[in-house]
């Protein structure tokens, strides 16, 4: 039987930490707010729940991945869905009027890593970036919601399939086709490295900068995919870029352990991050607790989540030197003794 | 475009900005400005009600600016009102106040010395006067007329839908919304009044975001799949609501009641087809020309007292 010892512990914790905090939450909520939450109705409806949050998570993921913290998802959802609700109001079918929003959020991610690599700060950027976007927005709809023929994308909003909302199945298609580009091509590997240590990938003779357009790009991409989906959603698309889901997607990324200085992390861990907040308001939900709770447990829990990453993280490194000291001094020791 | 071309655009510009400075002030002259400062501009409503102002206003001889985006901040609205005044900018102003009134009152009593006229919603006991004041209007909303016309209208609802031992998910205002204890008590008052049996079984505060009430709507429908009722105190949280019971399957005409406050096109048009049983609207239209002719005769006169005006509440029920 293998043993475990105090490092294998500690990796064990920095690696499933989020996973068991969500089992841990899904566990005590099923048990406190029972009977309603622990059922596999709940359960499909805290997937759909969590899967706008999810989407915006994943947005800003792919731009903490390459280095680059992307403050213009707001502006690009709200400007994508308006153009999409714009044609379908003029009687476009649904299919062309989302691709139009997709191709929009591309151009913006483009726009941004382009202007980006010019040198400039990415933070501040994408700050423009937000207002320019949510300013044509706001110009081009007079500030005011579009909701007309809106009901034709109730097929991707608020229908459900097999018993699961419809917008986890767009969640699922993107965490499912990211992580396989993350973990098992040579691009996402570079990808990641591009945040982490664009130097070393220089000198390995590749492009970073291709790498960081990339980021800015999917970023744009899946936001724009978030705008759509909040659209179909609410059956209405709202020129006001909505700004709260950067506060839920960046608690989603950091309750992930994702560094956002780029690099490493995984994003079905973004995506269970997600979850751990949607689960929290749901359960608090459910038990007729003020709202306002939600929001301070989360917060709560997020400097808590970053603490431990922290500390673990540190413990980690200092267990893994000592161990590594050790074996040196035991190789040394039977060399001298040969 | 090459150096000296872009150096002759440059004048250009420099001289058609300069041409039209110089007409600025006859023009100011001719017709005095005032500025709209709301909480934000980026609610729907106070964008109709800006467009409403500018074009009344211009019709009775003002000129409307809109004031830089409070954007719910109160700093930043006091900030924006006193560049304003201390500019010479306006004549006047019509604001509603985007946290505590109180922050304004500082705002106030420099625009009372320089002879710059204000109408502001809240009463004055709200930004710390007593009685009518020179050169200040106080607008207030009735926000115990809104709340029990909409309690009044849910608890018609269930009695006419046969509903009246109900379960009820009741929505709440965000935390620091003005007028929310008022509006609240009133409702619950006159709800009880008119359903007394039925039961609230979830309270949800329910903000300006649809996607968030939806969420939170959908869920109190999973923990209590027998409430048929909910009421909304935006128009967004009116539409998450729908849209919640409609997701969940749980929308019956026969059964259903959701009532709203608000009142954007998307919601009456929601009432007119019965799927919202009851929508109190504030008569912002009503209240648009009693403003634009208060501020008119204010800003001819700023030494006068100004008034104590109410905004009327338009009720509409299937």
């Given at each position: ?338 | ?249 749980k929308f019956s005409a026969k059964t259903t009641c959701i009532v709203g406050g608000g009142g954007n096109d998307e919601i009456l048009a929601a009432q007119k087809s019965g799927i919202v049983y009851s929508v109190a609207k ?37």
């Open positions: 039987m293998k043993k475990f010892d105090s490092l294998s512990i500690l990796v064990f914790i920095r690696s499933w930490g989020i996973t068991t905090l969500l089992a841990m939450l899904l566990i005590f909520f099923s048990i406190w707010a029972a009977p309603v939450f622990g059922t596999l109705e709940n359960f499909s409806l805290l997937l759909g729940n969590a899967a706008i949050p999810a989407i915006f998570a994943a947005a800003i993921a792919m731009g903490a991945y390459s280095g680059a913290l992307d403050l213009s998802v707001p502006g690009t959802a709200a400007l994508s869905s308006v153009v999409m609700a714009i044609m379908i109001g003029a009687g476009i079918d649904t299919v062309p009027a989302i691709g139009v929003a997709l191709v929009i959020g591309i151009a913006i991610g483009l726009m941004n890593g382009l202007i980006v690599q010019t040198g400039l700060n990415p933070l501040a950027v994408t700050i423009g970036t937000l207002s320019i976007t949510s300013g044509i927005a706001a110009i081009i709809t007079d500030g005011l919601p579009l909701f007309d023929k809106m009901e034709k994308l109730e097929w991707l909003g608020l229908t459900d399939y097999f018993g699961i909302p419809s917008p986890f199945f767009v969640v699922a298609f993107i965490y499912i086709i990211g992580t396989i580009f993350l973990t098992k091509t040579r691009g996402g590997v570079r990808f990641l490295a591009a945040g982490g240590n664009p130097e070393a990938l220089r000198r390995s003779g590749v492009n970073a900068n291709v790498y960081r357009l990339l980021g800015f790009t999917l970023s744009g991409l899946i936001a724009a995919i978030g705008g759509v989906m909040n659209s179909a959603y609410t059956a209405q698309a709202t020129p006001g870029a909505p700004t709260s889901v950067l506060f839920d997607g960046l608690t989603a990324v950091a309750l992930s352990g994702l560094a956002l200085s780029g690099g490493r992390g995984s994003l079905p861990k973004v995506w269970v991050g997600s979850m751990v907040v949607t689960v929290i308001g749901s359960g608090l939900l459910i038990k007729n607790i003020q709202p306002f709770w939600t929001i301070s447990i989360t917060g709560a829990l997020l400097i808590a989540a970053l603490a431990g990453e922290h500390y673990i993280g540190k413990a980690v490194a200092k267990q893994a030197v000592s161990k590594s000291t050790v074996s040196a001094h035991k190789e040394a020791k039977k060399a001298e003794v040969k | 475009m090459g150096a000296r071309t872009f150096k002759k655009v440059l004048v250009g510009v420099a001289t058609a900005a300069l041409a039209l400075s110089t007409t600025v002030p006859a023009q100011a002259a001719d017709q005095p400005v005032v500025a709209f400062s709301p909480m934000s501009n980026q609610i729907p409503a106070l964008i109709g009600m800006f467009h409403g102002f500018e074009g009344f206003g211009a019709s009775q001889g003002l000129k409307v600016i809109q004031a830089p985006d409070a954007n719910f901040d109160p700093a930043t609205q006091k900030k924006n009102l006193e560049a304003l005044i201390r500019n010479g900018q306006i004549k006047g102003w019509w604001s509603l106040a985007a946290g505590a009134p109180s922050t304004l009152r500082s705002t106030l009593l420099m625009a009372q010395r320089k002879g710059i006229v204000a109408i502001v919603n809240g009463t004055p006991a709200d930004y710390g006067f007593s009685g009518k004041q020179r050169g200040i209007t106080f607008s207030a909303i009735d926000y115990a007329t809104m709340g029990t016309k909409l309690g009044e209208g849910m608890g018609k609802c269930l009695v006419a839908k046969k509903e009246a031992t109900a379960e009820v998910i009741l929505g709440a205002n965000p935390a620091g919304t003005v007028g929310k204890k008022e509006m609240e008590a009133a409702f619950l008052a006159a709800f009880k009044k008119a359903a007394p049996k039925a039961k609230i079984v979830a309270t949800i505060a329910t903000g300006g975001d649809t996607a968030k009430a939806q969420t939170a709507i959908r869920t109190a429908l999973q923990a209590h799949p027998k409430a048929v009722a909910f009421n909304g105190w935006s128009d967004e949280a009116t539409l998450g609501a729908i849209n919640a019971f409609k997701s969940a399957n504030l008569d912002f239209e009503g209240d648009l020309v009693q403003s634009v002719l208060t501020l008119k005769e204010m800003v001819a006169d700023p030494t006068k007292l100004g008034k104590l005006l109410s905004v009327p509440v338009k009720v509409f029920t299937n």
